[in-house]
């Protein structure tokens, strides 16, 4: 359970790190000099594992699935999602990012032929409710309070997310190895973007401590201490229950260190979406239970 809640505290810092560290570079510069630092770290996993020499077997395996994963995440998911945070409140760029869930539910039945069920829907209704009550600070006369190309950059990244995970239902090799091979395909995309938009340049020390702290507690190492956690927990669902501390433990951090006052609909909103979420984790387990009839 420790090794979970470090899990989760460590993703609850990263909306923060994310508005920082876009003060001193541009969405893709954040997006390559992360995806570099977590390249680094994966590969001294994998080599302390004494995994190296899979590397090659574990591509050799699927090299078109790891093209596709790698384009997705990091590459065009955390480009989106940078370039979200970057005209957008933190508080609502996390909020709106935690919907990628939900998406997973409604793009898992075209894809992989599921169905939608009452639960889905409920969630769906709920969350993407309270993506209105944020994007419209209230006002559900238009959407003015939030900056339209940062709102669908936010949505897109979950559009994104949702089919990463989607695509590795299919995955059979080892996830740690996985992940590094995407990272591996994404680095040379993630430079030529740079490149085309004029930013392959090296960032301010700031820049690069903000990337490398991405790069270890969003992108790779947090994602390894998870799937240590979820090994070790005798209880998994509790385990993932901790993530829905994640969104607001993250509205302290955003309020605290980078001075934004929480609004009233943010909060309101993010309560709609995780409400959402549990009724989509949490709906189906519920039975009605038969009247217990007996003799007068």
Partial sequence: MQLGFAAVLCWSTVATAFKLSLEHMAP????LF???????????????????????????QAPLHYLKCG??????????????????????????NYTWAIMLSLLAVPMLGQKLKRWDIIAALCAYAGVVVIATGGNF?????????????????????????IINTKESGDPVIGLLLGFL?????????????????????????????VGLFEMGLTFVLWLSALRAAEHTASL?????????ISLLFISQILGEPIAKTTVIGLVMIVSGLLVQK??????????ISGSH
Avoid: H
């Avoid at 770290?41 to 899979?54: D, M």
């Avoid at 994404?186 to 930013?199: K, R």
């Fill in 240 to 248: 993932s229950n901790l993530v829905f501390l994640g969104p607001f």
């Fill in 282 to 291: 949490f709906g189906p387990k519920l039975r009605p239970t038969k009247a």
């Fill in 141 to 165: 006369a238009a959407f003015t309070s939030t900056n339209p190309t940062g709102l669908a950059f936010i949505m897109a990244s979950t559009i994104l997310w949702a089919l990463y995970w």
């Fill in 185 to 213: 395909v994404s680095l040379p995309f993630s430079a030529a973007l740079c490149w085309y938009q004029g930013v392959l340049t090296l960032p301010s020390w700031q820049g690069l401590a903000g990337a490398a702290y």
């Fill in 34 to 60: 992360a995806s570099i630092a977590s390249t680094l770290v994966l590969l001294l996993i994998v080599a302390v594992r004494g995994q190296l020499p899979k590397l090659k077997s574990q591509w050799q």
């Fill in 71 to 96: 384009l997705l995440n990091p590459f065009l998911y955390y480009f989106a999602l940078f370039a979200g945070y970057d005209l957008l409140p933190a508080q609502q760029a996390q909020a709106l």
């Fill in 28 to 31: 893709s510069q954040l997006v």
